[in-house]
Nanobody, 115 residues
C-alpha cells in the first residue's frame, strides 16, 4: 500500500487549496478513504471521509461547508478541496486507509494559512 499526498502550500486566509492523494498497491475502488490533519501540539484528527463509490461522505464539524472530499477511482486518487481557509486549518494533512483497525498513511503535506 502506498499513499502519496500533494498540493499543500502557503495560502492567505480566505484562499483555497486542493490536495491530492495518489494510491497504489491495493484495489482502490474497494475502500473508504480518509483525510486527517495534525496541527503542532495537537492530536491527529479526521477531517473528511469518502465511501468506496464516492456517494457517501462525512466531515468534521470544523470544515463542513468549506471542504469537499472527492475521488476518481479510474485514477486511484482522492482529493480534498479546501475553500475559505482559516489560520486554524494550518496542519500537516494525511491521506489514510483504515482496514480492520490497521492504518495506512501517506507522508503528509503541509498546509499553512496565514492571517
Amino acid at each position: 500500500v502506498q499513499l502519496v499526498e500533494s498540493g499543500g502550500g502557503l495560502v492567505h486566509a480566505g484562499g483555497s487549496l486542493r490536495l491530492s492523494c495518489a494510491a497504489s498497491g491495493f484495489p482502490f475502488s474497494s475502500y473508504t478513504m480518509n483525510w486527517y490533519r495534525q496541527a503542532p501540539g495537537k492530536e491527529r484528527e479526521l477531517v473528511a471521509a469518502i465511501g468506496s463509490g464516492g456517494g457517501t461522505t462525512k466531515y468534521a464539524d470544523s470544515v463542513k461547508g468549506r471542504f469537499t472530499i472527492s475521488r476518481d477511482n479510474a485514477k486511484n486518487t482522492v482529493y480534498l478541496q479546501m475553500n475559505s481557509l482559516r489560520p486554524e486549518d494550518t496542519a500537516v494533512y494525511y491521506c489514510n486507509r483504515r482496514t480492520g483497525g490497521h492504518d495506512y498513511w501517506g507522508q503528509g503535506t503541509q498546509v499553512t494559512v496565514s492571517s
